[in-house]
């Protein structure tokens, strides 16, 4: 997600794991049992002015490598 300043980001939501800042532009990691992703977009869009986003589902190898080491 590209905001205007990425340094003024400050996002209080309940589900939200991370908020990384990287050369795309801020990384929102969050839980979607908790919070969805129209949530939390709408939650991100009442506060700031956001120039671009895409939402990323985890690769499957990591869901199963999850999946595997901590069961269901």
Do not use: C, H, W
């Not at 997600?1 to 589900?15: I, S, T, Y």
């Not at 969805?36 to 190898?61: C, G, H, K, N, T």
Request: glycine share 4%; proline share 3%; net charge negative.
């Amino acid at each position: 997600m590209q905001v205007e300043r990425p340094e003024d980001f400050e996002l209080k939501a309940e589900g939200v794991k991370e908020i990384k800042n990287t050369e795309e532009g801020l990384e929102v990691v969050f839980d979607r049992e908790v919070i969805s992703a129209s949530d939390l977009m709408r939650i991100i869009l009442e506060d700031y002015e956001v120039q671009d986003f895409q939402i990323r589902e985890p690769d499957i190898e990591e869901v199963v490598k999850k999946v595997y080491n901590e069961g269901i």
